[in-house]
């Protein structure tokens, strides 16, 4: 993922588990000062000159935040500091860019400290190190002709350049001190202390980068779903399914067992989301479609283990959902007509279904087991229960707490499997199966917050668009 993006993400989640902007800027600013402060020691320059050029967002707001941590240390008061600030107060753009430069205004310590507002590049002093703060992390393209002349002023002077976070264009400094994620290759990684959470667990942030339909984009251009599910048995998994990938996707095709078909007929006019296929259209659809969700309410059955194998074979580029018996159908130690294996699959068991993919009778040790499972495999899982455990195939894990005891009945994993496939169709799967599993947990805290924990799987199908919408503005 793009590592300006993952920072979004984390912002957001270190904002969901109780870190607020203003305390991950006041973070920052005792990260980056420390850091400063270390520097100027290995220079070892008698009262060095440092200028800090701030801009009017959180960029600038972690540059004065370092500079007012700087001055509390003990020791540095030989430093003199210049804040220019390309701007004036009253056109600052966040309120933590405004709470710093009031703090800094207002502080005790301002003997080696000069601010000043509105600066251009001709008010740009020659200094020993300078630090630019001016726009954050994704800034792309030419810059406004203000911001350009100071740019160009810095590099030509010869001072230590220092960027925070990621340089603007044109900028060329010697050192990066990146912040929550690394910016460049070359970039030093600061700790800024973000909450455990927002690196173990999924959050809203999860949502914000998820694709949506362009403005002239058709339905084939926006996700299209074949599931194959359904059984003379259980005829509402693959409609819980159905209804909760129908609200990402252009399109959701429906293949299942001729003795199902007369059912689903009966229910087409109740549930108009979905094609429902005939033997002779499976293979066309199969290639046709962006993702094949297998398992919701499908037996274990030699014709089925035949259908998934087929397809498995046939496309093995393609991004296969596998819950329930499609994981016993598809898993190449009892199925050795599978070629592909699980590679490039999404896994869903939950614990009971685990019997799916081991053959041992006791899991100790569960978590390394299917972390090595998806390594070996090439494919990403999700362990369903009251945490969710993701793995995915290069390693990491991450938990899910969303969701809630009134889930853990028949149907919220199907519906689970639905909106984890739909995403799918035009994300990448890792970040499909993060964002899926926590907008199902999401869609059934939802329901909760009306129903207490007394509904059933059917209930949280309405909630999944307010769950996405609330996610996606968080």
């Known amino acids: 993922m793009d590592p300006f993006q993952l920072a979004k993400i984390k912002e957001i989640n270190a904002r969901y588990f109780g870190m607020s902007e203003l305390e991950m800027v006041e ?9 400063l402060k270390a520097f100027i020691e290995r220079q070892k320059k008698k009262e060095p000159v ?8 959180n960029n600038g707001a972690d540059g004065m ?21 390309i701007g004036r107060e009253q056109q600052l753009k966040t309120n933590e860019a405004k709470e710093q430069f009031y703090k800094l205004k207002s502080h005790k310590k301002l003997e080696n400290l000069n601010i000043q507002q509105d600066c251009y590049a001709k008010d740009i ?53 990146s912040l929550i994620t690394k910016k460049r290759k070359t970039a030093k990684m600061l700790d800024i202390g973000l909450p455990k959470e927002v690196e173990d667990n999924v959050g809203p942030g999860n949502i914000r980068f998820l694709y949506e339909p362009k403005k002239d984009s058709h339905k084939s251009q926006n996700g299209e779903v074949l599931l194959l599910g359904g059984s003379g048995t259980f005829h509402g998994a693959p409609l819980l399914a159905i209804q909760a990938a129908s609200k990402f996707v252009g399109g959701v095709f429906f293949y299942t067992i001729p ?3 007369k059912f689903i007929e009966n229910i087409k006019a109740e549930y108009c989301e979905f094609i429902s296929l005939q033997d002779k259209d499976l293979e066309k659809y199969a290639g046709y479609v962006d993702v094949v969700l297998a398992g919701p309410g499908l037996e274990e059955n030699l014709l089925n283990q035949s259908l998934i194998t087929q397809l498995l074979n046939k496309y093995p580029e393609k991004v296969f959902i596998l819950d329930a018996y499609a994981i016993a159908m598809a898993n190449p130690k009892r199925n050795k007509l599978n070629r592909r294996g699980f590679k490039n699959c999404i ?38 229960g009251s945490i969710d455990i993701l793995f995915s195939s290069s390693g990491e894990m991450k938990f899910n707490k969303s969701g809630n ?19 799918a169709c035009k994300n990448d799967s890792w970040e499909a199966l993060q964002a899926g599993t926590f907008l199902s947990g999401l869609s059934g805290d939802f329901v909760s917050k009306k129903f207490s924990y007394n509904f059933s799987a059917s209930d949280e199908i309405p909630f999944i668009q307010e769950a996405y919408k609330w996610a996606k503005e968080f």
Not at 29 to 35: I, P
Not at 125 to 147: N, W, Y
Not at 361 to 366: E, H, N, S, V
């Open 27 to 35: 973070s920052a600013g005792k990260a980056l000062a420390k850091e």
């Open 50 to 57: 440092v200028s800090v050029i701030c801009g009017l967002g």
């Open 65 to 85: 935040a370092m500079v007012k941590s700087f001055i509390d240390i003990p020791g540095v008061q030989s430093t003199r500091l210049n804040i220019y600030l």
């Open 125 to 177: 002093e020659k200094s020993d190190i300078v630090i630019e703060a001016l726009l954050g992390a994704g800034i792309e393209g030419k810059l406004r002709k203000r911001f350009e002349d100071i740019v160009k002023k810095i590099v030509r002077m010869r001072g230590f350049r220092i960027a925070i976070d990621s340089p603007v264009p044109g900028y060329m400094p010697n050192e990066t001190w």
């Open 259 to 261: 003795e199902n078909r």
């Open 347 to 384: 896994l869903t068991p939950h614990r009971g279904e685990l019997r799916h993919i081991f053959d041992e009778a006791r899991l100790d040790g569960l978590e390394g087991k299917l972390r090595r499972f998806a390594i070996e495999n090439e494919c990403n899982i999700v362990l369903k």
């Open 405 to 423: 005891p009134g889930m853990a009945k028949g149907g919220t994993g199907d519906i689970m499997a639905g909106i984890i496939a739909a995403l």
